[in-house]
């Protein structure tokens, strides 16, 4: 349940959401400026004309040009999400280098697990998809098993669920609550 927010060599910023990896090699910043992700991460990245920065989430791969976005990727979910809040990122498939997306701020790309050749844009309000890196956990219209998903992420216990009906909707926003 915990999260953490780091700075890379190059000075980028990193939250991570819980129960998330974040790799890169020891040569990070020399040449270029990769990393790759398994779970939720917000990223501010440090401008640099010269050494691309760039997210790996499983065949997907986020190319940054300088901005501020959150890419959320853990194994469990069925899609991978890609919020920019500011600047300029590209969505690309790693297995074919086929463009999925060229985002603008407010926008969101979301990709199936199953088929990583397809993606949705849409806007969005990015202030409150990345509303996580506040402390904030915010359940918008969301069924029972992904809210339960969500609380057992941001709390690090396990849930149980019994004779409830599991296709109602919910709406909350925690903060410092405990649980």
Same mark, same amino acid.
């Given at each position: 349940?915990q999260k953490a927010e780091v700075s890379l060599p190059?000075?980028?910023? &990193?939250? =991570?959401?819980? %129960?998330?990896?974040?790799?890169? #090699?020891?040569?990070?910043? /020399?040449?270029?400026?990769?990393? *790759?992700?398994?779970?939720?991460?917000?990223?501010?990245?440090?401008?640099?004309?010269?050494?691309?920065?760039?997210?790996?989430?499983?065949?997907?791969?986020?190319?940054?040009?300088?901005?501020?976005?959150?890419?959320?990727?853990?194994?469990?979910?069925?899609?991978?999400? &890609?919020? =920019?809040?500011? %600047?300029?990122?590209?969505?690309? #498939?790693?297995?074919?280098? /086929?463009?999925?997306?060229?985002? *603008?701020?407010?926008?969101?790309?979301?990709?199936?697990?199953?088929?990583?050749?397809?993606?949705?844009?849409?806007?969005?309000?990015?202030?409150?998809?990345?509303i996580w890196r506040l402390g904030k956990l915010k359940?918008?219209?969301?069924?029972?098993?992904?809210?339960?998903?969500?609380?057992?992420?941001?709390?690090?216990?396990?849930?149980?669920?019994?004779?409830?009906?599991?296709?109602?909707?919910?709406?909350?926003?925690?903060?410092?609550?405990?649980?």
């Amino acid at each position: 349940g915990q999260k953490a927010e780091v700075s890379l060599p190059d000075g980028t910023k &990193v939250w =991570l959401n819980s %129960g998330s990896t974040l790799t890169y #090699s020891t040569d990070y910043a /020399k040449d270029c400026r990769s990393v *790759k992700l398994n779970g939720q991460a917000f990223f501010d990245v440090v401008r640099d004309s010269k050494r691309q920065f760039d997210v790996s989430v499983g065949d997907v791969k986020v190319l940054v040009h300088g901005t501020a976005f959150d890419v959320n990727g853990y194994g469990d979910h069925s899609e991978l999400e &890609v919020v =920019l809040l500011r %600047g300029h990122v590209t969505v690309v #498939s790693a297995l074919t280098d /086929k463009l999925l997306a060229d985002m *603008k701020p407010n926008q969101k790309a979301i990709i199936p697990l199953y088929d990583t050749d397809k993606c949705i844009l849409a806007n969005c309000n990015a202030q409150e998809e990345v509303i996580w890196r506040l402390g904030k956990l915010k359940i918008d219209g969301e069924e029972l098993t992904d809210l339960v998903r969500k609380m057992e992420r941001w709390y690090g216990v396990k849930i149980a669920v019994n004779n409830i009906n599991t296709t109602k909707r919910y709406w909350m926003t925690v903060k410092t609550e405990s649980f």
